[in-house]
């Protein structure tokens, strides 16, 4: 009698377990959908680490939407690690798939590479909202990465690095960011980044150091 009662205790414990890790799966897949109807997509990442150290995960582990979580917040490393944690299952799946090519063309700065990934197909229709929000951080990086890198680029690399055909993107280069198109050469000059105050002020501090440097170098010369 005491056998069998120690039996149903350990079975009612197992099932009670078995139902808060089914149900902590659940909402962690309601949780990512909740976030992407109201187009929070900054939490989604932190909102899953949460409940991954809660109450772990299994085959059912949103993990396309907890990569492409930290993804969108730019946390490249972050987002491959999230990548390695899971189980084969997990990494077996088209999305994650898709998800960690995204990743690995962010992480290695191949922007068209992030942009074909995201354009592959292998989305639900569910997760797309985050997909998309994703592509248009990564096309802002580019931009601000060219906008630092270039003083001049072709219209073709512009183009592919922000995901858009040729018209569009000279639409939006020259009409929004007031890049001016060379269209004997196909190539963009970029129009510089106005410095803040603290640049504008650190960069005349260096002109006036510039200055006496050279004044005291001639100075030193004529005695």
């Given at each position: 009698?005491?056998e069998?009662l120690?039996s149903g205790l350990?079975?009612?414990?197992?099932?009670?377990?078995s139902?808060?890790?089914?149900?902590?799966?659940t909402m962690?897949?309601?949780?990512?959908?909740?976030?992407?109807?109201?187009?929070?997509f900054?939490?989604?990442?932190r909102e899953?680490?949460?409940?991954e150290l809660?109450?772990?995960?299994?085959r059912q582990?949103p993990?396309?939407?907890h990569?492409?979580?930290?993804?969108?917040?730019?946390d490249?490393?972050?987002a491959?690690?999230?990548?390695?944690?899971?189980?084969?299952?997990g990494k077996?799946?088209d999305e994650?798939k898709?998800?960690l090519?995204?990743v690995?063309?962010?992480i290695a700065r191949?922007?068209p590479g992030?942009?074909q990934a995201?354009?592959s197909?292998?989305?639900?229709s569910?997760l797309?909202?985050?997909?998309?929000h994703?592509?248009?951080t990564q096309k802002?990086?580019?931009?601000d990465l060219?906008?630092?890198?270039y003083?001049?680029?072709e219209?073709?690399?512009a183009?592919r690095?922000?995901?858009m055909?040729a018209?569009?993107?000279?639409?939006e280069?020259t009409?929004?960011?007031?890049?001016?198109?060379?269209?004997?050469k196909?190539?963009?000059?970029?129009?510089l980044?106005?410095?803040?105050?603290?640049?504008?002020d650190?960069m005349?501090?260096l002109?006036?150091?510039?200055?006496h440097?050279?004044a005291?170098d001639?100075?030193?010369g004529?005695?």
């Open positions: 009698m005491i069998h120690k350990s079975f009612s414990a197992t099932l009670r377990k139902h808060h890790f089914v149900w902590g799966v962690a897949s309601a949780r990512v959908a909740e976030l992407l109807n109201s187009g929070s900054a939490d989604v990442a899953l680490d949460a409940l809660e109450q772990g995960v299994d582990w993990w396309a939407a990569v492409l979580g930290h993804l969108s917040n730019n490249l490393q972050l491959r690690i999230t990548h390695e944690r899971a189980p084969e299952s077996a799946l994650t898709a998800a090519a995204m690995t063309c962010a191949d922007f992030v942009h995201a354009a197909g292998a989305w639900s569910s797309q909202p985050l997909v998309t994703v592509a248009s802002q990086r580019a931009l060219m906008k630092r890198a003083t001049t680029v219209v073709e690399v183009s690095n922000l995901g055909n018209s569009d993107a000279v639409n280069l009409n929004t960011h007031g890049w001016t198109l060379n269209n004997e196909n190539m963009f000059t970029v129009k980044p106005t410095p803040s105050l603290r640049q504008h650190a005349e501090a002109r006036r150091l510039t200055e440097a050279v005291m001639a100075g030193s004529a005695a």
